[in-house]
């Protein structure tokens, strides 16, 4: 059975920084593009930033220069480093999985950024 888990959200203040972390079980993990969406109240979900099998990039505009996604696929593992947080990076952030005919998604994990 594929399972995505989410670790590491919660409460931050403006300017400080948290790591998610996002553990694969029952997938070859090294074959998925790896991705981090976020949802905010109201509001649709958003894609944060995608990490491919071989490591390639992309990023929202929104967070280029304060977010890093990583990934270690010796530990089914992705990462989501978020630096310099602000009020509007407040949301639930989900992990997601994805090939061409497979897409698998982590029960999320919130993080509020407040003073």
């Known amino acids: 059975q594929v399972q995505l888990v989410e670790f590491g959200g919660g409460l931050v203040q403006p300017g400080g920084s948290l790591k998610l972390s996002c553990a694969a079980s029952?997938?070859?993990?090294?074959?998925?593009?790896m991705a981090w969406y976020c949802q905010a109240p109201g509001k649709q979900r958003e894609l944060v930033a995608t990490?491919?099998?071989?490591?390639?990039?992309n990023y929202a505009d929104s967070v280029k220069g304060r977010f890093t996604i990583s990934r270690d696929n010796a530990r089914n593992t992705g990462y989501l480093q978020m630096n310099n947080l602000t009020p509007e990076d407040t949301a639930v952030y989900y992990c997601?999985?994805?090939?061409?005919?497979?897409?698998?998604w982590g029960q999320g994990t919130q993080v509020t950024v407040s003073s």
């Open positions: 990490i491919t099998p071989g490591g390639f990039t």
């Open positions: 997601n999985a994805n090939l061409p005919r497979a897409n698998y």
């Open positions: 029952g997938m070859i993990f090294r074959q998925y593009t």
